[in-house]
C-alpha cells in the first residue's frame, strides 16, 4: 500500500521547517500538486526556490501519496540569498544540509529531486505539471525563472507565485502582465500565493 493521502500531516510536517509559507498558502500549494497528481499518468512537479523546504515538504508529500513514481524537482543554489535585487537581498547561511535533513525527515526524499543550480542555468528537456516560483521576487529574477521553463510547461499546467503582495512589486507586476497580455487566468489567492493556468492553452 502506498502512502496515505493525509493533508493535515503534510501541513503539520511543514510547520517544522523554517520558511515563509503561511498555512492557506501551503493549502493552495498542496491542492494545486493534488490536481496534478491525481491523474493517471505520472506527473513532473518545478520548484524554484528551495530554501530549508517548507514548500518542498508539502509538494513531495503529495507526490508520496498519490504518485510515488513522479518527481518533485527542487532548484536552489543553496547559498542563503533571499529577498527582490530591487529591494532587499539578504544572505545567510547555505542550506543545503538544512533541506536535505528536512526533506529526509519529512520521508519525502524518494520524490525530491535537488537540482543546486540557479533555474536559468538548470538544463532542462521535459514537460512541466506544476510549476512553483519562489526563487528571487525582483520582476527581473521572477521573469527569468518562469521563462527558462515557460516552453515545457504541459497544455494544462498550474502556475503559482508566492510573494504576489505588495511589499514584492515586480511579482505582481510580472503576474499582472501574464494575466494582462498572455492568456493566464488567476484561479486562486491566498493570502501571498497565487495560482494561475491558461485556459485553452
Ligand atoms: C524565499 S526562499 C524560498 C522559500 C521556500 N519556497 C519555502 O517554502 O521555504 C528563496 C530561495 O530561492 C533561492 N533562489 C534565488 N534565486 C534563485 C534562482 N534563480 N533559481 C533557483 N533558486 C533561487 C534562494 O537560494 C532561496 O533559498
Same mark, same amino acid.
Request: aromatic share 8%.
Given at each position: =500500500? *502506498?502512502? +496515505?493521502?493525509?493533508?493535515? *500531516? /503534510? +501541513?503539520?510536517? =511543514? &510547520?517544522?521547517? @523554517? #520558511?515563509?509559507?503561511? !498555512? $492557506?498558502?501551503a493549502e493552495l500549494l498542496l491542492a494545486a500538486a493534488v490536481q496534478v497528481a491525481r491523474g493517471d499518468r505520472l506527473c513532473t512537479l518545478v520548484e /524554484? #526556490?528551495?530554501?530549508?523546504? &517548507?514548500s518542498t515538504v508539502v509538494l513531495g508529500g503529495v507526490l508520496k501519496a498519490l504518485s510515488p513514481e513522479s518527481r518533485l524537482y527542487a532548484i536552489d543554489p543553496h547559498e542563503g540569498t533571499v529577498g527582490?535585487? $530591487? &529591494?532587499?537581498?539578504? *544572505? #545567510?547561511?547555505p542550506t543545503f544540509d538544512a533541506f536535505m535533513a528536512n526533506i529526509t525527515g @519529512?520521508?519525502?526524499a524518494e520524490v525530491v529531486q535537488p537540482m543546486r543550480s540557479l533555474s536559468?542555468? *538548470?538544463v532542462w528537456d521535459q514537460p /512541466? $505539471?506544476? +510549476?512553483?516560483? !519562489? #526563487? +528571487?521576487? $525582483? &520582476?527581473e529574477n521572477v521573469e527569468r525563472d518562469f521563462r527558462h521553463f515557460e516552453p515545457y510547461l504541459t497544455p494544462g499546467a498550474l502556475v503559482l507565485f508566492h510573494d504576489y503582495a505588495g511589499y514584492y512589486p515586480g511579482v505582481v507586476a510580472f503576474v499582472d502582465a501574464l494575466v494582462a497580455g498572455e492568456g493566464w487566468r488567476i484561479v486562486e489567492r491566498a493570502s501571498s500565493m497565487v495560482l494561475l493556468e491558461r485556459p485553452g492553452a
Open positions: =500500500m *502506498t502512502a +496515505l493521502f493525509k493533508p493535515l *500531516t /503534510i +501541513l503539520a510536517g =511543514m &510547520r517544522g521547517v @523554517a #520558511g515563509w509559507l503561511e !498555512d $492557506d498558502e /524554484i #526556490g528551495s530554501y530549508q523546504g &517548507r527582490a535585487a $530591487d &529591494r532587499k537581498l539578504s *544572505t #545567510g547561511v @519529512a520521508g519525502v536559468y542555468e *538548470t /512541466i $505539471d506544476l +510549476l512553483f516560483v !519562489d #526563487g +528571487l521576487h $525582483d &520582476r
